[in-house]
């Protein structure tokens, strides 16, 4: 028997969060979702995680300050951010804090499947 993948999802907006975990679950894919930034970092920080997939404007801890705590962790976790901050600066600054991709909303749930499995496949 194959083990699921584990993904954590941080994202605050309660119908994005439930339309991409019934997704990636139709992929296989274990999820927990955390509404907050610091919940999300304290699952983090126990460990045991494939992905994340994280919102930047999260109560509590911000998704920035998330991506830069995970980059000095031992081991590597690939981050995707979704987020409505879509100017270029903003990706770029994602992607320098140490995200592996960003996805502007409003995007594809196909799209960000698809970059789930991009990633995994790297990491293979």
Do not use: N
Request: charged share 30%; aromatic share 4%.
């Amino acid at each position: 028997m194959t083990i699921a993948r584990r993904i954590l999802l941080v994202e605050d907006d309660a119908h994005i969060a439930d339309l991409l975990s019934l997704h990636l679950r139709d992929e296989g894919l274990e999820v927990v979702h955390c509404a907050r930034g610091d919940d999300g970092l304290a699952h983090l920080e126990r460990g045991g995680w494939d992905a994340l997939v994280l919102d930047l404007m999260l109560p509590g801890v911000d998704g920035l300050e998330i991506c830069r705590r995970i980059r000095q962790m031992t081991r590597y976790l690939p981050v995707i951010i979704i987020s409505a901050r879509t100017s270029e600066t903003h990706r770029v600054l994602g992607l320098e804090m140490g995200a592996d991709d960003y996805l502007p909303k409003p995007f594809s749930v196909l799209e960000l499947i698809a970059r789930v499995k991009a990633l995994f496949r790297r990491q293979e």
